[in-house]
């Protein structure tokens, strides 16, 4: 079974540029959630979409945003970039279990760098 | 609001001596409680969860936590560590009632050092 994959892995931006992270969840996981990992701020949660919908939202302003597409793909979309958005984000993913945070998947990760 | 401490940000240890991570939370509603590893340059894997019943729980590559209510902590041990362990481990809580689901909290986490 594939696990969760994010792309790209890598990317560099500059301040003021748009960003596009993708994440494909494991067959069969309705719910993808999206982290970021800040240097020395440890895993702050973004995101929940599950079936399509926004279930929850991190204490983030609203240039993060994002959507799942009906094959519960999940994009998240970075606008307006800051020096501080520099970070390693997470993608995972989960079936329903009643609580969202059961058993979640992650991927490896996407690097951003902001110049 | 659910808060997690994990007390040591860096724990050096020796190959096959015991370790425990330690975990506080806070919360003023029941919990689920999760460990999470993170190997270097890759993403988090589920070491154990509590979601109720035993207080004690046992996780993958020889992990254990004990859930103590009283003190609100969740360590993490290992009779036995490997120089495979040497990783970042976090500690997560989220709500355990349904009406009271929230974003689920990450420790800053504690770097595992396994020395040979």
């Known amino acids: 079974e594939a696990g969760v994959t994010q792309s790209p892995t890598h990317l560099i931006k500059t301040r003021g540029q748009q960003v596009t992270l993708r994440c494909s969840p494991i067959s069969g996981h309705t719910s993808v959630y999206w982290y970021q990992q800040a240097l020395g701020l440890g895993l702050q949660f973004l995101l929940w979409?599950?079936?399509?919908?926004?279930?929850n939202r991190g204490n983030f302003p609203p240039r993060f945003s994002g959507r799942q597409f009906p094959n519960y793909s999940s994009e998240l979309n970075v606008n307006a970039l800051e020096l501080e958005d520099s970070a390693l984000y997470l993608c995972a993913s989960s079936r329903w279990t009643g609580n969202p945070f059961h058993e979640q998947y992650f991927g490896p990760g996407t690097r951003l760098t902001v110049t | 609001a659910q808060s997690v401490t994990q007390l040591d940000s860096q724990v050096p240890v020796f190959e096959e001596a015991p370790v425990e991570l330690r975990c506080n939370y806070s919360s003023s509603v029941s919990v689920y409680l999760f460990w999470y590893v993170q190997y270097p340059n890759q993403g988090l894997q589920l070491l154990l969860k509590y979601l109720s019943g035993s207080t004690l729980v046992k996780g993958i590559n020889g992990f254990e936590a004990e859930f103590n209510k009283s003190q609100t902590s969740f360590h993490l041990r290992k009779p036995s560590v490997h120089i495979s362990d040497t990783a970042e481990y976090f500690c997560a809580v989220s709500g355990g009632m349904k009406t009271s689901y929230d974003k689920v909290i990450f420790g800053p986490g504690t770097s595992l050092s396994v020395i040979p």
């Open positions: 979409y599950d079936e399509g919908e926004e279930r």
